[in-house]
């Protein structure tokens, strides 16, 4: 929700108001039916004291789920273990109470107590409980006044609740910050109140130094020339609709208990204007999601620049996320919304109320139908879709897809791929996928990533003739009854075909024979098409197909380039 536009402020102040009025509920209903039902404990007291002691119960018992939830990972544990606490703190308030009251008075104790934040609602409980059956009324003002054999007067252990409430939600706001699961997006090392981009007191990071030191980068033949263009552009074009520079994220990661530094992504510059569709492709950990995360602001660069519209992701992330639709390569949905309750949700948190423009996008998602249904009904492809739809809400400016056809069948998949190019028409559109179909099909610029780095830049068709292998025919000779006038006709084709000086046999299988013709050899194509038709009219071959180097086959020939010196590349700081 953050990445989508989410203010981290508001949505926590949401979740309060709705938690404090469900808590409120819930205390006037349970105080008002045990005077109903004229429990004991509650006759002689003032509803108002009841009201408070049990309201602040549950601001103590909340701070600890709030807690709770930081720590652990699903919400499923997290909410499990809550519920076990309350239950903890009922039982252990009305089983403890008469007992630790006579502890309470006792100085040892009496600290030792203070410090259980769970004690508080129990001493209470029993006290005022205490002199209600015994036919001494507690009215609100017997709060401040200490009674003979207790302590301190009775609102002190209202300020203890409240101290614990206060410990409990700075534990967890550092929690929260610290942990990779927090709700800011943004996982701070443990000593972040010390450090000086919290306090927004990071130097600028001064663009014309990076294009200086870019310089060398640009010169450096082992570069890739494309790649070095691209660095080239992205130093010159600080405005684009996405400008990425030097890009550099380092993790630490933890193994055999030492901290280890790993360049996830190592001197990546990118550019992309409106209007275009970028793809990165890459293996497994080439760095695509940690450049994805660096642009939505769920990771902070360790070095370079991004800058989407003009607007830098270190200091003005805000503004970039109200121009800013993610769809995440795990859904991300709420189990209690349906389809179309998300959909106004992400509308609302965009600033925008156009119902006419949900109805579009859930038919362009085909989930028109599926409105009303919630995402346990929904299928793993019908999810997606729905992300793609959250991404698109609001009509941002800059939409970034990750692996967002994974999953889907091939017609879904197509109906995807029909709304993207729909939608490039006046967005960037940014893409991470593992599918080379899809990035030819979809993109613009294509950006190989291998081992943190890219590796190839360009549109598909440059790649292919940059680094593809040139031209494949394909022929196949009529299936004959004796094997030697078969073999004959394969070998009359090798002859023919590998007459000429640069092809080459590439395959050869049953009746088809693969022949390559590099790049520089398309002159001599017209002339090796007119041989292999003269041969199908005399019918040595039957049929025969001319294809070009396919994008995977670049894909495979640079990231096994990129591969040679694995280990050196796997580098620690
Ligand atoms: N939070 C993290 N802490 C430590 N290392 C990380 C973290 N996130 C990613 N990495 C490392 O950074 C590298 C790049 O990971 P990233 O997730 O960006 O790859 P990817 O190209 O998106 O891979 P995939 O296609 O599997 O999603 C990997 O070596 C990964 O182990």
Same mark, same amino acid.
């Given at each position: 929700?953050?990445?989508?536009?989410?203010r981290?402020?508001?949505?926590?102040?949401?979740?309060?108001i709705?938690?404090?009025?469900?808590?409120?509920?819930?205390?006037?209903?349970f105080?008002?039916?045990?005077?109903?039902?004229?429990?004991?404990?509650?006759?002689?007291t003032n509803?108002?004291?009841?009201?408070?002691l049990?309201?602040? $119960?549950?601001? *103590?018992?909340l701070?600890h789920?709030y &807690?709770?939830v =930081? %720590?652990?990972?699903? #919400?499923k544990?997290?909410?499990?273990?809550?519920?076990?606490?309350?239950?903890?703190?009922?039982?252990?308030?009305?089983?403890?109470?008469g007992?630790?009251?006579?502890?309470?008075?006792?100085?040892?104790?009496?600290g030792?107590?203070n410090s259980i934040p769970?004690?508080?609602?129990?001493?209470?409980q029993?006290?005022?409980g205490?002199?209600s059956?015994s036919d001494?009324y507690?009215?609100?003002k017997?709060?401040?006044?200490?009674a003979?054999?207790?302590?301190? $007067?009775?609102? *002190?252990?209202?300020?203890?609740m409240? &101290?614990h409430? =206060? %410990?409990?939600?700075? #534990?967890?706001?550092?929690?929260?910050n610290?942990s990779?699961?927090?709700c800011?997006?943004?996982?701070?090392?443990?000593?972040?109140l010390f450090t000086k981009?919290y306090?927004?007191?990071t130097p600028?990071?001064?663009?014309?130094?990076?294009?200086?030191?870019?310089?060398?980068?640009?010169?450096?033949?082992?570069?890739?020339?494309?790649?070095?263009?691209?660095?080239?552009?992205?130093?010159s074009?600080p405005?684009?609709?996405?400008?990425i520079?030097?890009?550099q994220?380092d993790?630490?990661?933890?193994?055999?208990?030492?901290?280890?530094?790993?360049?996830?992504?190592?001197?990546?510059?990118?550019?992309?204007n409106?209007?275009?569709?970028v793809?990165?492709?890459?293996?497994?950990?080439?760095g695509k999601?940690t450049?994805?995360?660096?642009?939505?602001?769920?990771?902070k660069p360790?070095n370079?620049?991004?800058?989407?519209l003009?607007?830098d992701?270190?200091?003005?992330?805000?503004?970039?996320r109200?121009v800013?639709?993610?769809?995440?390569?795990?859904d991300?949905?709420?189990?209690?919304?349906t389809v179309l309750?998300?959909l106004?949700l992400f509308?609302?948190?965009?600033?925008?109320?156009?119902?006419?423009e949900i109805?579009t996008?859930?038919?362009?998602?085909?989930?028109?139908?599926a409105?009303n249904?919630?995402?346990?009904?929904?299928?793993?492809?019908?999810?997606?879709?729905?992300s793609?739809?959250?991404?698109?809400?609001?009509s941002?400016?800059v939409?970034?897809l990750?692996?967002?056809t994974?999953?889907?069948d091939?017609k879904?998949?197509?109906l995807?791929w029909?709304l993207?190019?729909?939608e490039?028409?006046?967005?960037?559109?940014?893409?991470?996928?593992?599918s080379?179909?899809?990035?030819?099909?979809?993109?613009?610029?294509?950006a190989?990533?291998?081992?943190?780095e890219?590796?190839?830049?360009?549109?598909?068709?440059?790649?292919?003739?940059?680094?593809?292998?040139?031209?494949?025919?394909?022929?196949t000779?009529p299936s004959?009854?004796?094997?030697?006038?078969?073999?004959?006709?394969?070998?009359?084709t090798?002859?023919?075909?590998?007459?000429?000086e640069?092809?080459?046999?590439?395959?050869?299988?049953a009746?088809?024979?693969?022949?390559?013709?590099?790049?520089?050899?398309?002159?001599?194509?017209?002339?090796v098409?007119?041989?292999?038709e003269?041969?199908?009219?005399?019918?040595?071959?039957?049929?025969?197909?001319?294809?070009q180097?396919t994008?995977?086959?670049?894909?495979?020939?640079?990231t096994?380039?990129?591969?040679?010196g694995?280990?050196?590349?796997l580098q620690?700081?």
């Open positions: 929700m953050t990445i989508n536009g989410m981290n402020y508001l949505y926590h102040l949401s979740w309060f709705h938690v404090q009025v469900l808590i409120l509920i819930s205390v006037v209903i105080v008002s039916s045990c005077y109903a039902l004229k429990f004991g404990a509650f006759l002689n509803p108002a004291v009841m009201l408070l049990y309201w602040s $119960a549950c601001q *103590v018992w701070a789920a &807690l709770i =930081s %720590i652990v990972k699903t #919400v544990v997290g909410l499990t273990l809550s519920y076990i606490l309350v239950c903890f703190n009922v039982l252990f308030a009305f089983a403890t109470g007992v630790l009251y006579n502890y309470y008075s006792q100085r040892f104790f009496h030792i107590l769970v004690f508080h609602f129990s001493y209470v029993y006290v005022v205490l002199r059956v001494v507690f009215g609100f017997d709060l401040f006044i200490k003979e054999g207790e302590p301190t $007067a009775i609102y *002190v252990n209202f300020l203890y409240l &101290l409430v =206060s %410990i409990s939600v700075v #534990v967890w706001w550092f929690i929260d610290v990779p699961t927090s800011n997006g943004v996982t701070r090392p443990f000593y972040f981009s306090w927004g007191l600028k990071v001064n663009h014309d130094a990076l294009v200086e030191s870019s310089q060398d980068l640009m010169n450096d033949d082992s570069i890739e020339l494309d790649v070095r263009n691209e660095i080239k552009l992205a130093a074009s405005d684009a609709a996405l400008n520079l030097q890009l994220k993790y630490n990661s933890l193994s055999c208990c030492r901290i280890n530094k790993v360049k996830a992504v190592k001197n990546v510059s990118l550019t992309a409106l209007g275009s569709c793809s990165i492709l890459g293996h497994n950990g080439a999601t450049t994805i995360s660096t642009i939505v602001g769920s990771a360790t370079g620049t991004v800058m989407v003009g607007h992701v270190r200091y003005q992330i805000n503004s970039i109200r800013l639709g993610v769809c995440p390569q795990h991300i949905l709420f189990d209690q919304l309750e998300h106004n509308m609302m948190i965009k600033g925008q109320k156009d119902q006419g109805q996008l859930l038919q362009d998602v085909n989930l028109w139908d409105r249904k919630k995402p346990d009904e929904l299928s793993g492809g019908m999810k997606r879709r729905l793609l739809a959250i991404s698109l809400v609001g941002p400016k939409v970034i990750d692996e967002p994974t999953g889907l091939p879904t998949r197509l995807i029909n993207i190019q729909r490039k028409m006046n967005k960037l559109i940014l893409l991470t996928t593992h080379m179909e899809e990035a030819e099909k979809l993109s613009d610029k294509v190989i990533m291998a081992f943190g890219v590796k190839a830049v360009g549109n598909s068709l440059h790649l292919k003739s940059r680094f593809g292998n040139g031209y494949n025919i394909q022929v000779v004959v009854s004796s094997d030697a006038q078969g073999a004959e006709k394969l070998e009359r090798k002859e023919v075909i590998l007459s000429y640069s092809a080459s046999l590439v395959k050869s299988n009746n088809n024979l693969m022949f390559n013709f590099p790049n520089n050899s398309l002159d001599q194509l017209a002339s098409i007119d041989s292999v003269n041969m199908v009219e005399n019918g040595v071959v039957k049929e025969w197909s001319l294809s180097t994008l995977e086959e670049v894909y495979l020939k640079v096994s380039k990129a591969s040679f694995f280990d050196s590349d620690k700081l």
